[in-house]
């Protein structure tokens, strides 16, 4: 299933609702500063073509388990 991206930008919580990932997988991506939001006033506000980027940045493979 492909993630419905079709807003200007999101909130964490609406780009976490249309990506079926986590708020907490979104706020550790911008932890990382792996995805890069904007602000408005303090609330963190993640564009369409920043949140595109980032989904096209994740790996392709699922990664090996450590034993």
């Known amino acids: 299933m492909e993630a419905q991206l079709d807003k200007i930008s999101y909130s964490v919580q609406n780009l976490a609702a249309a990506t079926d990932l986590s708020v907490d997988s979104i706020q550790k ?5 792996e995805l890069v939001p904007s602000y408005f006033g303090t609330k963190p506000v993640i564009l369409a073509d ?3 980027r980032w989904i096209a ?3 392709n493979e699922k990664p090996e ?3």
């Open 50 to 52: 920043e949140a595109r």
């Open 29 to 33: 991506a911008i932890k990382r500063s």
């Open 65 to 67: 388990r450590a034993a």
């Open 57 to 59: 940045s994740l790996p």
